[in-house]
């Protein structure tokens, strides 16, 4: 039962933008936080962006003023718009999301690579 759907990883140009989709399936149940996180090659994984039901937002200070995350909840997605991209950006984006009830969903990962 696929529950998280990520999308819209690719190539770019330094200085370029993407935009991430994650849509989450109604069998999560209702969604507190959702968020990206990402991994580079030979690095731990590290937050990107949180977003609240509520809308409140919180980013690692590398993406802060480059990246906005927001969601639609009568969709359950989530987006990630990276703007200025740069080629330390470059990773693997996964999707998570928290429902009211605590448990926590993974997305299969979107390769993003930043190149010229």
């Known amino acids: 039962q696929v529950q998280l759907v990520e999308s819209g990883g690719g190539l770019v140009q330094p200085g370029g933008s993407l935009r991430l989709s994650c849509a989450a399936s109604?069998?999560?149940?209702?969604?507190?936080?959702m968020g990206w996180y990402r991994q580079a090659p030979g690095k731990q994984r590290e937050l990107v962006a949180t977003i609240t039901r509520g809308g409140s937002t919180n980013y690692a200070g590398s993406v802060e003023g480059r990246f906005t995350i927001s969601r639609d909840n009568a969709k359950n997605t989530v987006y990630l718009q990276m703007n200025s991209l740069k080629p330390d950006d470059t990773a693997v984006y996964s999707c998570?999301?928290?429902?009211?009830?605590?448990?926590?969903?993974w997305g299969q990962g979107t390769q993003v690579t930043v190149s010229s």
């Open positions: 109604r069998s999560i149940g209702s969604i507190n936080v």
């Open positions: 998570n999301v928290e429902n009211l009830l605590g448990g926590r969903f």
